[in-house]
């Protein structure tokens, strides 16, 4: 978005813009041959009676045109449906990088007449191209321009545009092209080219003296809002629907108002609807004001996007409601966290947590380190090797059991220990308790 850290500069309550070559797409397409010339001045005309000397035939009569294709630092208004009334300004680099790419795209002989489509025209052919530079004595004589303006010569041998030039038809050359925008900020510079061109910043000081000395306030007022016009402090962008203006010297945002200026300075209300910016950013406008502009990386970013909520599991323990991120159920590894009055959410400190159902959450440095018990939401991991050897224990137990029980139910012929003893041994398990047990019950 063409927005600015400087107000931006007026003429005559018209925004100035600057012209800049800056892709494939931009640059001069054409030079017309116009009645009457953007830049102000009209071209030297030579024939046979008014010959440059840089031409050694003198026998016949030579159609060369000389004149000024772009004019450097010299405001020009236009008018458009998309920009409303402005001015535009070629600088010296501009006007250079425009020369060498026409040149480089090999459009030196396209010319047409007034601008019109359909009027090209054979027989008008360039002969040379250049860029005043007083301190290399490159100064056409009949011109006034200042340096890094840019010269053409055509040596015209359409009889039909040869002769429209005589008769006065044809005055100067305007160049076609398509260009970027940009608003002009320099005050200062800006005064001095409007000075030098036709002395109204001059002539608008001057008045300044007599209005000064007037007692009537009336008419000091109307000089301020005559000065506001040329140094209006606003901020603006360019639109496919105009210039769109606000007060002050911060980047448009949503809430902020904005207007259109006419050729006298006055404000109106923009239509409501979408303004898009030459950079392709929308600026929403809704009875007056921004309501939106809708482009992430804008100078002033719209409102942030709402943060979407993290959903969190909980439990309640016998010290503090446990939370994790997620909706899966809890397990080994996961952060937990406690939440604060002031703090919200920390760390859980260590520490183990009993939970209604009888489970203990074990946790070591804000994770948790083991649920111990079977039935647990997500119980942990069970050793193999243990569960066989638990298995292989409870086995041996209820084998034992079983046997002292039919002991239990036999005839007194022997002592129920010598019964044992000769046919109840049982062969070392390996297991402490077990072997100690078998041992007890054979003596």
């Known amino acids: 978005m063409q927005t600015n850290d400087y107000p931006m500069v007026t003429i005559d309550g018209f925004p100035v813009f600057d012209v800049f070559v800056t892709d494939e797409d931009t640059g001069m397409l054409k030079i017309s041959l116009v009645d009457e010339p953007a830049v102000m ?4 005309a030579f024939d046979t009676h008014r010959r440059m000397q840089m031409y050694s035939v003198q026998d016949e009569e030579k159609r060369l045109l000389l004149g000024v294709v772009a004019r450097a630092n010299f405001p020009i208004y236009r008018k458009d449906e998309r920009l409303g009334e402005y001015f535009i300004v070629f600088k010296p680099d501009q006007i250079r990088k425009i020369a060498e ?3 480089a795209e090999s459009r030196q002989n396209n010319v047409n007449l007034m601008h019109q489509a359909g009027t090209d025209v054979d027989g008008v052919q360039m002969v040379q191209w250049f860029i005043q530079d007083s301190d290399k004595g490159i100064v056409p004589a009949g011109f006034d321009v200042p340096d890094g303006s840019l010269f053409a010569e055509f040596h015209v041998l359409n009889d039909e545009v040869w002769k429209a030039v005589k008769d006065g038809t044809y005055k100067g050359f305007s160049l076609e092209g398509i260009f970027d925008l940009a608003p002009e900020h320099e005050v200062a510079e800006v005064a001095e080219m409007v000075d030098d061109c036709d002395g109204m910043f001059s002539r608008i000081m001057n008045k300044a003296q007599t209005i000064l000395t007037d007692k009537n306030m009336s008419k000091i007022d109307r000089f301020k809002a005559a000065l506001a016009k040329f140094f209006a402090a606003l901020g603006s962008v360019s639109t496919d629907k105009g210039i769109l203006s606000w007060d002050g010297e911060e980047d448009l945002k949503a809430g902020d108002e904005v207007f259109i200026l006419d050729g006298e300075g006055n404000r109106s209300k923009p239509e409501d609807g979408d303004y898009i910016t030459t950079d392709a950013k929308t600026i929403a406008v809704a009875d007056g004001r921004v309501s939106e502009i809708r482009d992430p990386e804008a100078e002033v970013a719209p409102e942030e996007p709402e943060e979407v909520e993290t ?3 909980s439990i309640v323990t016998d010290r503090y409601v446990l939370e994790w991120e997620g909706e899966e159920d809890l397990k080994a590894g996961d952060a937990v966290f406690i939440r604060e009055a002031e703090e919200g959410l920390v760390p859980a400190p260590d520490g183990e947590y009993r939970t209604e159902d009888g489970k203990v959450i074990v ?9 111990r018990d079977d039935a647990a939401e997500v ?5 193999e090797e243990l569960r066989k050897e638990n298995q292989a224990l409870r086995n041996q137990i209820e084998e034992l059991t079983r046997k002292v029980e039919e002991l239990s139910r036999m005839s007194a012929a022997k002592p129920a220990h010598e019964e044992v003893q000769t046919s109840g041994k049982v062969a070392k398990t390996g297991i402490k308790g077990l072997d100690r047990l078998a041992e007890i019950m054979s003596k």
């Open 101 to 103: 790419k026409y040149l």
């Open 311 to 313: 959903k969190m599991g």
């Open 41 to 44: 001045k009209d071209f030297l």
């Open 363 to 371: 946790v070591a440095e804000g994770i948790v380190a083991e649920i």
């Open 379 to 383: 119980a942990p991991a069970e050793d």
